[in-house]
């Protein structure tokens, strides 16, 4: 690859696209009306584009926009009166029809005659009697007339047959699309996805696109057969049709944490394109609801269980506007069955690929090519049937490099298993791992599934292991990956076989395993207080079990108990301490007790390995006695715990959200760097004249009754005010130099706060979000 680089010179290498449309425009002309609508618009329809906010300077063209010109797809050229009047316009156009990559163009011609453009006359010739003036600008001149004819002489658009410019901006935006639509077609994009697009024509005949009424279609089949990469290439040929867009991915685990709320406020935030939240049971009856029922979009519902957890997001099969359509992947076939019934739904059964298909997929996984290498060909013939893609891809992804010895002894196995037992098919990737890696792909499969990246990164180091390239080597061997919004996932079918392979420790006695997750044996393990030193991580929703009174020594025999989770998903609690806590083990990294049912931890519970804590509606008052040593811990969350008098000095961050009071102590945490104190809605004051030196960021969004804010922040970087009831900002002398490092500033919603200091000046700030300018 080195040598074949070096060999090759710049303009043989394509470059890589960046951009859907490059807009070419004179800023003067149509910056303020035309350009202005169009970017919109584009934007609005999820294309990327590229333009330049600065005015032109000069005669020369940046190389900045020429590498723009050369990673856009298109260019879509503004031809208003002064345009040719521009070099710079002039020399853009000229790099727009010589790209190599035969750039195509959409010529607007904006109250301009196209023929003035194609033949430079009229007020083109005017400007060009100018440039024929200079002798230095000759060979220039013949160039700019060659542009503009080539680029006039393309199909395009002219105002004058536009009764508004409303009415030209959405010709534009369709005769754009058409064009990506049809380039994304002649293109390669699917290519990897086997059968991919017969399951696309499917889909879209049973979409009905173009019919008036809302029209819902169920992806059906079984884990890892490929639903979601179905409809995944789906949304992504036709977002770009619709008014509102959303991709909702990973529903069965977000139910599963509580996280139903979120869901629905997600969908409707990026349907609307504004930030919501809905605290009221219906949706529908709400401005929201109606405003829906206008909107034409397009929607997929990633994995959905059941049809309760589906009408919680879709209340009705009309709420949204004509011609829209919601596609949803679920294992469940009768997800779909009220819209079936209705006439508005059908749902589509993917199957398992057929022998062709399964061994070019498993090639491609194996080989890097679509077809097996010869020497491989009778022992690949023997994985085919395995038809399920996911299956297809870890195998092949296992076998990938290795020699034929290893393909021999590894099907050897596969003889002993049948063929229905995939999990075990998929054991064989988790067999080729070293032992650090396999402790991390079973944390994740039982704990931390769906969590932040950096957060397990931080969990995982904590606890001794190489996460950075533990995760690497597990996203490689297509055990996990790592989602848009980087959060840690894997399929269901590779948990369950992480699930099965910690049950295999002990399948008679969970106590004797390394990791307890399930509610019956976790409950019962803490009942007969059985558990034992190779107990290493428990988790348990408190809510849902039934009364537990735990014994003061409970947690004595184990150890080498590194991580505990006792969370609550509707804020009850049925654990008990009823004679306290004596013991908890001193190689806990995280502790996570919500409700915790006493006033303090155990008197000898030693926090120094603990990288995060985490104790919601607490009773405690404080958390221990004395001055421990925290080097490790990175934050602790005590949102709810109303009691607290006193904070423990620590190193990162700090949530106090829904508190009554700052406790005083405060002041002392002289490393804090984040401090949350977000929705403490009865908050009225904060203790007075604090000066945190480590604290960066700051959070007291939501706190409404706060009217003052008073503290010393010359060190901040990020403050979010959103929703608080501040009055104004401070303006003392000597705290003019509050905000000198601040980079980013939320106001939404401050509609208490007056105006800005004048002697407040904002150096840094790079991002703020205001409903209104305010001035000083």
């Not at 009047?85 to 790209?99: A, G, M, N, Q, R």
């Not at 790592?482 to 049950?503: A, F, K, N, P």
């Not at 009754?705 to 002398?733: F, R, V």
Request: aromatic share 8%; net charge neutral; proline share 3%.
């Amino acid at each position: 690859m080195a040598s074949s680089s070096s060999s090759s010179s710049p303009d043989q290498l394509p470059p890589k696209i960046e951009y859907d449309v490059f807009i070419s425009f004179r800023g003067e002309d149509s910056r303020k009306n035309i350009v202005s609508y169009l970017l919109e618009a584009l934007l609005r329809k999820k294309i990327q584009v590229y333009i330049d906010y600065k005015l032109e300077v000069g005669d020369e063209i940046s190389q900045v926009l020429l590498k723009a010109i050369e990673k856009s797809k298109l260019s879509v050229v503004i031809f208003s009166e002064r345009y040719a009047y521009s070099k710079w316009c002039l020399d853009e156009l000229v790099k727009i029809t010589e790209c190599k990559k035969k750039l195509e163009i959409i010529p607007v011609f904006y109250h301009v005659d196209p023929s003035h453009v194609r033949n430079q006359t009229g007020i083109y010739a005017d400007a060009f009697a100018k440039y024929n003036q200079d002798s230095k600008l000759t060979q220039r001149v013949q160039k700019w007339k060659d542009a503009l004819t080539k680029a006039a002489n393309q199909a395009g658009r002219h105002s004058i047959n536009f009764s508004t410019e409303a009415k030209l901006t959405d010709t534009i935006v369709d005769d754009v699309l058409k064009k990506l639509d049809h380039e994304r077609s002649n293109n390669n994009d699917l290519e990897g996805f086997v059968g991919i697009s017969e399951h696309i024509t499917h889909i879209e005949s049973s979409l009905c696109l173009g019919s008036a009424n809302v029209r819902f279609v169920g992806i059906w089949g079984m884990g890892g057969i490929g639903k979601t990469t179905i409809a995944e290439a789906v949304y992504k040929k036709h977002c770009s049709e619709y008014e509102g867009c959303c991709f909702l991915a990973h529903m069965r685990d977000e139910s599963k944490n509580g996280r139903q709320h979120y869901l629905r406020d997600k969908l409707l935030s990026e349907l609307l394109e504004e930030d919501i939240h809905i605290s009221t049971p219906s949706v529908g009856s709400t401005f929201v609801g109606t405003r829906l029922q206008r909107k034409k979009v397009l929607i997929v519902l990633d994995d959905v269980e059941s049809v309760e957890q589906l009408e919680y997001l879709v209340e009705r099969y009309d709420c949204f506007g004509p011609e829209s359509r919601v596609i949803l992947t679920t294992r469940d076939k009768h997800v779909l069955s009220k819209a079936v019934d209705k006439g508005i739904g059908e749902t589509y059964e993917v199957k398992e690929l057929n022998s062709l298909e399964a061994l070019h997929l498993f090639s491609l996984n194996a080989f890097q090519q679509s077809q097996p290498s010869v020497n491989y060909l009778e022992l690949s013939d023997r994985v085919v049937n395995y038809g399920v893609p996911l299956a297809l891809k870890v195998l092949g992804s296992f076998l990938h490099s290795k020699g034929k010895e290893e393909w021999k002894s590894e099907l050897e196995k596969l003889k002993r298993i049948p063929n229905v037992k995939i999990h075990d098919v998929l054991r064989l990737s988790y067999d080729g791992l070293d032992r650090g890696d396999q402790y991390i792909f079973l944390d994740i499969a039982c704990f931390f599934k769906g969590e932040n990246k950096d957060r397990v990164k931080s969990l995982l180091d904590g606890y001794g292991f190489s996460s950075s390239i533990g995760i690497s080597t597990l996203i490689d061997k297509s055990l996990i990956t790592i989602s848009s919004d980087y959060r840690v996932w894997m399929h269901d079918l590779i948990q369950e076989m992480g699930w099965e392979i910690v049950r295999q420790e002990s399948y008679k006695m969970p106590g004797e395993r390394s990791r307890l997750w399930d509610l019956e044996e976790v409950h019962h393990v803490l009942k007969n207080s059985v558990g034992t030193k190779a107990v290493e991580c428990m988790s348990l929703d408190i809510s849902k079990v039934q009364e537990i009174h735990l014994s003061p020594q409970a947690f004595t025999t184990m150890c080498n108990l590194r991580f505990l989770k006792f969370y609550s998903t509707d804020l009850r609690s049925n654990l008990y301490l009823p004679k306290g806590l004596q013991f908890l083990p001193n190689e806990l990294r995280y502790l996570h007790w919500d409700a915790y049912p006493s006033k303090s931890l155990p008197s000898h519970f030693c926090p120094e390995n603990l990288v995060e804590l985490k104790m919601q509606h607490g009773l405690f008052e404080k958390l221990w006695n004395g001055v421990k040593n925290l080097v490790n811990l990175r934050n602790i969350d005590l949102c709810y715990s109303k009691h607290v008098t006193e904070l423990p000095d620590f190193s990162e961050a700090l949530i106090l959200e829904n508190l009554l009071h700052v406790p005083s102590s405060i002041e002392y945490l002289q490393n804090l760097r984040i401090l949350n104190m977000g929705d403490c809605r009865r908050l009225r004051r904060l203790p007075s004249n604090i000066y945190l030196r480590s604290l960066r960021k700051l959070i007291l969004s939501g706190c409404s009754s706060l009217e003052e804010l008073s503290w010393n922040l010359e060190n901040i970087e990020e403050l979010n005010l959103k929703g608080a009831g501040i009055k104004q900002l401070p303006s003392t002398a000597s705290l003019i130099q509050f905000f000198d490092k601040l980079t980013v500033l939320y106001l939404t919603n401050c509609k208490m706060l007056q105006c800005f200091p004048s002697n407040i000046h904002l150096i840094s700030l790079k991002k703020t979000h205001s409903q209104r300018m305010l001035k000083s």
